[in-house]
Structure formats: C-alpha cells, structure tokens
C-alpha cells in the first residue's frame, strides 16, 4: 500500500513552489482571510490523493511533483484524461460538488498543501477578490483539459506527432529535462498499447532526440532535444529532419531516370530506352 505523510501546518516561507501558478492564490489566501488552516502532504509514487466517488473535502495545490487524473469509459476501461504538474490544483470540484469524479495518483513523490473545501468557500465570500484569482485558474485547468483532448487524444494525428506534444507537456521547468512515465501511463493517455509507445520511444533515443537518465521510479527523466521535439509535435514530421545524401550523377550522360529518383539505385541506359519506349515518362521529365 502506497502511503502519504502528513506534514503539519504549511509554511509559505519554505514553499517550493514560490513564483508558480497557484503560489500567488495561496499566498493571498493566507494574508487576507489569516487563520485559514493548511496541511502539506508528501505522497509516494503510486499514492492516492483522492478516490473516485469519495466526499470532496478539500483542494489539493501541487507543490511538487506530478499527479495523473484517471477516470473510466463506460466499458470501465481507465484512461488518464489529465497529468496535474508543479503549481496545478486538484479537487476544485470539490467548490461546487459532493463527490470527485476522478482518482489521482502520484507519478513520482508528490508534495501538496491541502485546504478544507468548507473553509475556503468561506474565505472567498468573505474576500471577493480571490473569486476572480480562482476563477483564473479555473479557466487555465479547462483551457488545459481542451487542449489535451486536441493535441493528445485525437486518433487523425499520428501517434508520433501526439507523442512528441506528450513529452514537451512533461518538460520540466524551462530547462530540457523531460518527465519520464511507464509505458502503461503514456499508452493510457495516448490510446496505445504499450509495445507501439515502446517502439516510437526507442525511434526518440536512436535518433538521440531523448537520453533517458536516472534509475528508480520517481527519479527517471529523459535529456531531451527540445528543438527536435517540437519540430515533430509542429510539423508532424515523420522523421527527425536530417539532410540527405546527394545521389551520384549517372554515369551514362549525366541524366536520370525520374523514375528512379526515390530509389538507390542510378538509372542506366537500358532503364532509359525501356521508359521512353513505353511512353510513361515524357521526355522533357528527364534532366
């Protein structure tokens, strides 16, 4: 059984998270309504932060770490329909409703602040102004839930270009460290089985456009080549771009074959007569 610790009280002055996205909305949080009561939670990799159909108690704020959302279809096949990152919210249904709707569990050692769903109901009718704060990142979760089913889930864009748009979405920071997930996660998100992920991953470190680092769950990531990967998410590129090798000139008069001009081999004298011959190539198409 994965577990999770309780920390105590949470401390904005060793929040790791100062300068993210939900760091501003707590920081207000505490210093208007004061005596609001905050508990940070560290979760190993595997852990439960909630439970499908469980009370909604409270709102989980990503400190560090990462947190897939799962849900069923309605043959009770789970699919991962969201991965929350360092600064992301989990739980705002828990503003509006009785039950969460979807289970999230912890990618790799994950360290929330939780606050009591009572409690800040309370606060944000008592402090107006954190609505709209709120409301800003209510809107950049389902901007991000959107954007996720157009760049992911689409089954008309190859899985290739879908896959390149996954990795850039786990790239931590701004640096080129990339979050490493097992095949299952990155299958379950993408609508693919595990062997095809593993054959277009293994196409990614050949081409050297990503070096897998680090051993134990939690502390793999790959090195990656930003610039490559998003020429392959952008363009869909079925191929890292490489310049292609000049072919020889023919030997015989310096022309060739158009017919020939995807292939290896050079066109000869015999391939020549037999085209023009058969009328399929015109002769102006030679060059």
């Known amino acids: 059984m994965k577990r999770s610790y309780e920390l105590g009280q949470f401390d904005c002055g060793s929040c790791t998270a100062s300068g993210a996205s939900s760091c501003g909305a707590l920081a207000a949080l505490i210093s208007a309504a004061g005596m609001l009561s905050f508990k940070s939670y560290v979760f190993e990799p595997g852990a439960a932060l909630m439970?499908?159909?469980?009370?909604?108690?409270?709102?989980?704020?990503?400190?560090?770490?990462?947190?897939?959302?799962?849900?069923?279809?309605?043959?009770?096949?789970?699919?991962?329909?969201?991965?929350?990152?360092?600064?992301?919210?989990?739980?705002?249904?828990?503003?509006?409703?009785?039950?969460?709707?979807?289970?999230?569990?912890?990618?790799?050692?994950?360290r929330t602040c939780w606050i009591d769903a009572v409690r800040l109901r309370d606060s944000l009718q008592r402090v107006p102004e954190l609505q709209l704060t709120l409301l800003r990142?209510?809107?950049?979760?389902?901007?991000?839930?959107?954007?996720?089913?157009?760049?992911?889930?689409?089954?008309?864009?190859?899985?290739?270009?879908?896959?390149?748009?996954?990795?850039?979405?786990?790239?931590?920071?701004?640096?080129?460290?990339?979050?490493r997930l097992n095949l299952s996660d990155v299958g379950a998100i993408?609508?693919?089985?595990?062997?095809?992920?593993?054959?277009?991953?293994?196409?990614?470190?050949?081409?050297?456009?990503?070096?897998?680092?680090?051993?134990?769950?939690?502390?793999?990531?790959?090195l990656a080549d930003i610039e490559a990967l998003h020429l392959i998410a952008r363009d869909g590129a079925p191929e890292v771009a490489r310049v292609e090798p000049v072919k020889p000139p023919c030997a015989k008069g310096g022309k060739r074959c158009p017919k020939c001009a995807t292939c290896d081999r050079q066109p000869t004298v015999n391939c020549m007569a037999q085209a023009v011959a058969a009328s399929d190539v015109p002769a102006e198409a030679w060059s």
Request: aromatic share 4%.
């Open 51 to 110: 439970q499908r159909g469980a009370p909604a108690l409270g709102v989980h704020f990503v400190v560090s770490g990462a947190v897939k959302l799962v849900c069923e279809d309605f043959v009770g096949k789970e699919r991962i329909v969201r991965i929350v990152q360092d600064g992301g919210i989990i739980g705002l249904e828990a503003l509006t409703e009785s039950r969460t709707r979807h289970v999230a569990l912890a990618l790799d050692e994950v």
């Open 137 to 179: 990142q209510m809107q950049a979760a389902l901007h991000e839930a959107e954007s996720w089913i157009s760049d992911l889930a689409s089954g008309t864009v190859p899985a290739r270009v879908r896959l390149a748009r996954l990795l850039l979405r786990l790239r931590l920071g701004g640096e080129n460290r990339v979050r």
């Open 190 to 222: 993408l609508g693919q089985t595990p062997e095809t992920v593993c054959r277009a991953l293994k196409t990614f470190t050949r081409d050297k456009v990503l070096v897998p680092q680090g051993g134990g769950i939690g502390q793999r990531f790959y």
